[in-house]
């Protein structure tokens, strides 16, 4: 299903992303260089193109008339309709329905955006991203009509980086999901900045094949050293420009690609909200079912080329459900 003034080298950046975060919630090693690197710096792609598409013009009212569409409404319903799966997957574990306390806390992790504490539990995790870029929206919305906007942006970015180091070290808010909008913050404004001046608009095969060489080049390098510093503040200093040249590295090569249109992409792209609600129902079926046919007893750890398989079966299961919602449903994908 095709859409008018669609941005195409941004439907393969979603449908790309989309993918790989599948991938990503698949049992693997976490000894695996290429799994924690992947792991550490997909998520980015959401919050710069959420910042990068968003509109600078209407009033709040309007907008948040807008959110309530694109983004609570879904984050509700998608949990709503997790949470028998949730009920489900309480008795196999347990072998008995949880009682009243139990049962009101992944509805508790919902309301506090899938959080865990000792009274809440996540509901359906993934899609903790939705309040979280509801939150930067409302940040930009009430500082953009500042005189110092930019100043403000770029205070609240630098305070983030800090409170994400301190979190870091001393681990005072190990389960808040505001902890993952902090650590996000200066991603979205990046985005925001470059689509309000229309940058990253032309394609050009060569060089945005150079500049994806050099991005995921600088990005690796950056990830490994990363990974191996025991300074603390260059170890947390480290994780921007590898998440920065891992996210320019896979827009200039969605670039690329923005000659070729595809279905597929687009829907995929557009069903960005049912898949993240989705998959991971999928995942635990298959991982029991596996699981039950291999009769493992320590959990499922899947190879790479293994993962990669079941995560193409994953999307194709979830396309119909996508088309589906599209036409009859689509409140459900945030339309």
């Not at 000894?31 to 509109?55: D, H, M, N, P, V």
């Not at 907008?63 to 008795?91: D, E, G, M, Q």
Request: charged fraction near 15%; hydrophobic fraction near 50%.
């Amino acid at each position: 299903m095709q859409q008018k003034e669609r941005i195409n080298w941004i439907d393969w950046a979603k449908a790309a992303a989309v993918t790989t975060v599948v991938f990503c919630h698949l049992p693997q090693s976490q000894e695996w260089f290429y799994y924690r690197y992947l792991q550490a710096c997909i998520i980015t792609i959401f919050f710069f193109l959420s910042g990068y598409l968003k509109k600078d013009r209407g009033s709040m009212k309007a907008n948040w008339r807008k959110y309530w569409t694109s983004l609570v409404v879904p984050y509700i319903l998608l949990n709503l309709i997790v949470y028998p799966y949730w009920i489900v997957r309480f008795y196999m574990l347990n072998g008995q329905l949880p009682d009243l306390l139990e049962a009101m806390k992944p509805i508790t992790g919902m309301l506090l955006m899938e959080s865990e504490t000792s009274f809440s539990e996540p509901l359906n995790g993934p899609l903790w991203y939705l309040p979280a870029i509801l939150v930067m929206h409302l940040i930009v919305d009430c500082c953009r009509r500042r005189c110092h906007f930019h100043a403000i942006m770029l205070t609240l970015c630098v305070l983030s980086v800090v409170l994400y180091a301190t979190n870091k070290y001393w681990f005072y808010a190990p389960y808040l999901t505001v902890m993952g909008i902090i650590r996000r913050l200066p991603y979205y404004y990046l985005g925001y900045v470059m689509g309000q001046q229309r940058l990253f608009r032309d394609c050009h095969v060569r060089s945005d094949l150079t500049f994806m060489v050099l991005c995921f080049a600088a990005s690796l390098i950056f990830f490994y050293w990363h990974l191996g510093e025991r300074c603390f503040p260059l170890h947390i200093a480290l994780f921007y420009p590898v998440n920065i040249g891992f996210l320019f590295g896979v827009l200039y090569g969605c670039k690329l690609l923005n000659r070729y249109k595809s279905d597929v992409v687009v829907n995929l792209s557009i069903g960005t909200l049912g898949v993240i609600g989705f998959h991971l129902v999928l995942i635990s079926g298959a991982n029991y079912a596996i699981e039950m046919w291999r009769d493992l007893h320590t959990g499922v750890c899947y190879q790479w080329y293994e993962a990669l398989p079941l995560t193409i079966l994953i999307l194709a299961l979830l396309y119909p459900v996508i088309l589906f919602s599209l036409r009859h449903f689509p409140a459900l994908l945030g339309k």
